[in-house]
């Protein structure tokens, strides 16, 4: 008797490919993400506010990795040892990021609207010995006691000329930690993610399935590399799948993200959904021609769909994934995966994953997810394992929603209060974490609520509990907006401020936040 076997279709069989090629024992950073390509090959453009540009060839990124690479094993850094880098959207970032992989050592992406405060949280966390700058961001981590400093620049750049390149590079395999990046929930500190090399198979499949970015794109992904989808998909994927990006040097305004799409030839494009609302908003769109469109990081309203179908000649597709996963369920863009949209859902399972949904949340099926990378929280074991369910067959999000009979995904809301504001999710505890010091607060609460402007998605609201003897009054409210600017990001200060007699509590003294979030009454 024999047993037929059903052949793999095209899909699986690139997966399969991808999954043998980045989980392999012999798997190098460097070489899958450089080395391999063509050094004539563009591997970004850098666009300055002013629109002028620089490419940045493989073969640049080579030869200035290894030397910083050089500078770095002398500075004591080699395999496994956590590197924490606080820069812009530079040059010098790429290749920074580059000579830590050469060295096997790990990558700590810092946001660059980070205070002093948050910085500290991850590179005690990390346990981190030295830390990549830039001088505008250089007196956030010299407040930090024992911690090494190397800054972009002149002095900089000289030592890195003077190095002979460093050679072999260290090939980690495929089940080597390549980044440590830091996820924030309602309790306790950021939790740490370590990515390893493997991972690499389920960014390359979603910028490929998912994004459908082909060689002939023009592709901008405008997230911020200190955050995962900036990180995963603006860097790591095109670099592993030889695909050219813009980074744009700048902050976003309506405006320039305009200019940028029509002066560079944008036909493939991802973002926020902030950076659509406010392009839909700003009146100055013109009938662009974008091939693809696509949004991640909060869930898409219809209207915007509607607006980017004349404004950009494209429907804009919503996409859905965490730190800890990448994006998983998706309404993919490639022929070979696309399926049509259904209003207010954010697609299917992308191929490589299986979801469903577990007790209300949205979840993965970890046996049968062969590009599923995450297993735990570094050095917590307590919060991985709530990650699971009992026989750890599924991963559980923390987002609840429901599928269709079609195999359709629809998110509701967030079990653990992450605030999605402009395309960042910020912990409420951080928040907290940083009112509560001071004086005159007793008790603090954070939650999100809709943007009644309609840009940001959600704004952060703080309920705040005063001291015996402390009047409320709105000089004390814009001195604690203030304070969270100054000591925790500037993207994640509360825009109201509720001062409060109590905050809603069970007995057993657990926030009550969803009565925070129906309470409206204001200072």
């Known amino acids: 008797m024999t047993t037929s076997i059903t052949p793999p279709t095209a899909v699986e069989a690139t997966i399969e490919r991808w999954i043998a090629t980045f989980a392999s024992p012999y798997a190098n950073v460097s070489d899958l993400l450089c080395d391999r390509h063509d050094p004539e090959t563009v591997a970004f453009t850098i666009v300055e506010p002013d629109l002028s540009s620089c490419d940045l060839t493989y073969g640049e990124l080579a030869d200035r990795s290894r030397r910083l690479a050089t500078v770095l094993a002398d500075q004591g850094v080699g395999r496994g040892d956590r590197v924490p880098v606080l820069m812009g959207k530079r040059p010098e970032l790429l290749v920074a990021l580059l000579a830590i992989w050469r060295l096997g050592a790990v990558h700590v992406p810092l946001f660059t609207a980070f205070a002093t ?3 500290r949280m991850r590179v005690e966390g990390a346990g981190a010995r030295l830390v990549i700058t830039e001088p505008d961001q250089r007196s956030k981590v010299d407040a930090i006691d024992g911690l090494a400093v190397l800054a ?10 003077a190095s002979t390149p460093f050679s072999p590079s260290v090939a980690i395999g495929g089940e080597g930690a390549m980044v440590q990046l830091y996820t924030s929930g309602t309790t306790g500190k950021p939790k740490g993610v370590v990515v390893p090399v493997r991972a690499l198979a389920a960014f390359s499949c979603y910028l490929h399935y998912g994004l459908d970015v082909t060689e002939d ?3 901008w992904n405008a ?5 995962a989808y900036g990180l995963y998909y603006a860097i790591l994927a095109p670099m592993v799948s030889g695909r050219r990006n813009i980074l744009f040097n700048s902050g976003f305004t309506p405006e320039s993200t305009l200019a940028v799409l029509t002066e560079f030839g944008v036909t493939n494009f991802a973002g926020a959904p902030t950076v659509y609302r406010a ?18 990081g909060e869930p898409l309203t219809p209207d915007i769909v509607a607006w980017a179908t004349h404004a950009l000649g494209t429907e804009v597709r919503d996409h859905y994934g965490q730190t800890e996963l990448g994006m998983v369920v998706a309404n993919c863009w490639h022929p070979d995966a696309a399926h049509p949209l259904k209003e207010a859902s954010m697609g299917q399972a992308i191929p490589g994953f299986t979801a469903g949904v577990v007790n209300g949340q949205i979840a993965i099926d970890v046996h049968n997810s062969p590009l599923m990378w995450f297993i735990g929280y570094h ?12 026989d750890a067959h599924w991963y559980l999000t923390g987002d609840t929603g429901h599928v269709d009979t079609d195999g359709y995904f629809f998110f ?3 079990d653990d209060d992450v605030i999605l504001a402009a395309g960042y ?17 007793v008790d603090v609460a954070v939650v999100g609520r809709p943007d009644p402007e309609g840009i940001r998605g959600e704004v952060i609201e703080a309920f705040v509990v005063l001291a015996t003897g402390e009047e409320p009054s709105t000089d004390l409210a814009e001195e604690l907006k203030q304070l969270v600017r100054q000591e925790y990001s500037k993207h994640a200060y509360p825009r109201s401020v509720h001062f409060v007699e109590t905050l809603p509590k069970t007995p057993s003294g657990k926030l009550q936040r969803y009565l925070l979030r129906s309470n409206h009454s204001q200072h």
Do not use: M
Request: aromatic share 6%; hydrophobic share 35%; glycine share 8%.
């Open 152 to 161: 972009v620049g002149p002095e900089l750049d000289s030592l890195v000329d």
């Open 223 to 227: 997230a911020d590399p200190g955050w």
């Open 379 to 390: 050095d917590d074991p307590s919060k991985s394992a709530e990650r699971f369910n009992n």
């Open 412 to 414: 509701s809301a967030r």
């Open 217 to 219: 794109d023009v592709f």
């Open 117 to 119: 405060g948050a910085i």
């Open 279 to 296: 392009l839909s908003k700003s009146g100055l769109t013109e009938q662009l021609q974008i091939r693809r469109a696509s949004s991640a």
């Open 425 to 441: 999710r910020i912990g409420p505890f951080d928040v907290e974490s940083v009112l509560i010091t001071h004086r005159s607060v």
